[in-house]
């Protein structure tokens, strides 16, 4: 393995990652700096129930019209999603677990799965671009990210079977990539996964306290005291 | 994908009429104070106004709904206004929650503050652009939160355009229809300017006609009556246009003994703060309802059917006005359930034979608690109960609500949007829809008249009221 793999598989990933903790940290303050309210309604049914009904929406698509109405829209997500869960892993099991990736089955599954996000990518890149509504909102963050995950998975597929003897290239654009990503993402709309418990929390932390999530849960008062992180539309 | 062309309704070019605000400066009317209503200046520096209030005013819950959206552009379906011109796409949640989140990345987060370009972040240059952000915000969205129980990401859209017409607010860039209100509401404590006199006098017309109905003076409809279990609030509709909803709550409280008042003061449980965005005079309207039962020594609040009055009185006003609920505080549909699980009224449902649906409002059953109370009321009321599709909290808005009823400027818009709604009541075969909310009978009578549909608007205590047994 050449010295440039080597740092890129290495030292610039622990680099890069470090600094997008550090920008995560200052993130995480500047959402903790806006204020919040104070509820003072009796409840009617349970916070906790309900921040964790919201919590765990993702998982449920038959828990709204919008899901539930388009469940290849869904499935597409859930690929989508695998995908970058497979391709995040495979950039430490390369440079810390190789021997995993000696096992054929073990290649392949990652290879299936990381592709099959590759093409819902391109999938969702193109109706960005066919459809008004989307092209109106899209920015060029949004084309970008999207485009940059399609790369990622794309070289992701091709970095798998961890073959660096053959050629390293693949594997060098695996990494470098995934590098950008660690500094980028903090910066982009990639990191929407920082900001879902919160806007969860607040949703379901609301809608809970009135009884409004989940269904039927009405009359089970388990009213969360009040908490620094604020809530709902208080 | 089917490509679909473009076809913008051109409302956000609506322009800003002031007339009525004009006329208050005359008037010199006392609600115009820094701290209550604000009137539009066009010689001061609106913008800037605007651009503080935003990073004073913006809560953690805002800030995460403005930075969490992913622009999936899954909300779209969601909306009656995309549903109803899907080859319009600034109908989208999505679009008109982007129009302030825009400016939020270019003022205060910091990918928009470096590089705006890149996330479309940009700040309103004039007072037009803040009119053409009017336009989006109280013209194209009835805040009906639907998009927000649809969002995977828990964007709650239905805060942010509130949250964005309250700014506006600041700036006097409203509707004339919402200063109007604000203004009533502000100066005689009522969205109606009802006085006194004249809710004093229906009501006494009203407690006249229930003692001829009756023939025994032991009926009444007490006002500021001290220590009772119930103090009833109502909408000031009711007293201009619909007092028979007064008399049918006092039928129904004397036939099950119950111990109730209607506040002198503090009776309007309406909040027009809900729809403008104003949280002070969302905190007045509301701290004038929980005053007059701690004055009363109340036991018990009790909201006449309406879907943002319960919202409001109910959940956010407590918050608003920074006051702590003291007393239970519920709608008189949980009241007449009350009644009728403990046996203390009795109701034929053979005199309600005609085929009934239920409306759910959004402000009771997305943004509140109601949803299966007001089914099993009906269902012990009327012979014929059926739903409409989606129900409950996937209903979709009557297309009044967000205070749209009193903005005459979006009413061609909100009347072409209304098809869905339209083709859903009439997709029921019902000849009575049912709503708890007199928003809704408003939008939904509009509705039925624009579409021709043979169709009544009732509410849920007419029924209750036409099915119960008078005792001997």
Known sequence: MSKLLSALENEVQIGALLFMTVVYTLRLIWIF??????????????????????????????????????????????????????????TFIIPYAPALFKVKVVVRLFQVIIGAACLVGLLRFIRRLRNPTLRLISTADDYLSLALMILFFAAGVLAVPNEYRKAEWPIAIFFGLTAFFLIYVPFSKICHYLYYPFSRYFLGRTLGHRGAMPPGMKGKRTCLPSSPDGGGSR | MKRRKAAVSGIADAPLDTRSQERARLDRIPSLAPDRLQTYDASADNVGRFLRLLGERITRPLAVSLTACVHCGLCADSCHYFLARPDDPTMTPVYKADQIRRIFKRHLDWTGRVV???????????????????????????????????????????????????????????????????????????????????????????????????????????????????????????????????????????????????????????????????????????????????????????????????????????NWAGYDQKVPTESVVVTLQRYLREGRIRVDPARNPDPVTFHDSCNIARSGDLVEEPRWVLRRVVTDFREMHPNRRENLCCTGGGGLLSMAEYRPLRLEVAKIKAEQLKATGAKLVCTMCHNCIDGLTDVIKHYKLEMKVVQVLDLVSNALVIPE
């Open chain 2, 116 to 318: 705006p370009w890149w996330v479309h972040a940009g700040s309103p240059q004039n007072d037009e652009d803040l009119n053409r952000l009017k336009n989006i915000v109280f013209g194209t969205c009835s805040a009906c939160r639907r998009c927000t129980l649809n969002c995977p990401m828990g964007v709650d859209t239905g805060l942010l355009v509130r949250f964005t017409r309250g700014l506006l607010t600041e700036v006097g860039i409203v509707p004339e229809g919402v200063f109007n209100v604000s203004r009533d509401q502000w100066e005689t404590g009522n969205q109606m300017a009802v006085t006194e006199e004249e809710y004093l006098e229906t009501l006494q017309w009203m407690e006249d006609e229930l003692r001829t109905e009756f023939g025994t003076p032991e009926v009444d409809i007490p006002v500021d009556r001290p220590d009772c279990d119930v103090l009833y609030t109502i909408n000031p509709r009711e007293v201009k246009f619909d007092p028979r909803s007064i008399a049918n709550a006092a039928r129904v409280f004397f036939v099950a003994g119950e111990k109730w008042t209607l506040p002198k003061w503090g009776w309007d449980q309406t909040n027009f703060g809900l729809f403008s965005g104003d949280d002070k005079l969302g905190a007045y309207v509301a701290r004038n309802v929980y005053e007059a039962a701690e004055r009363l020594r109340a036991k018990r609040i009790v909201i006449s059917e309406c879907g943002h009055g319960y919202r409001s009185t109910r959940w956010e006003g407590y």
């Open chain 1, 33 to 90: 700096r806006f204020k919040s309210g104070r509820e003072r309604t009796t409840a009617a049914g349970s916070e906790a129930a309900g921040i964790s009904y919201s919590l765990m929406n993702v998982a449920m698509p038959w828990a709204m019209e919008s899901t539930r109405k388009r469940p290849w829209f869904y499935a597409q997500f859930v690929i989508f999603h695998l995908g970058v869960v497979a391709a995040i892993t495979t």
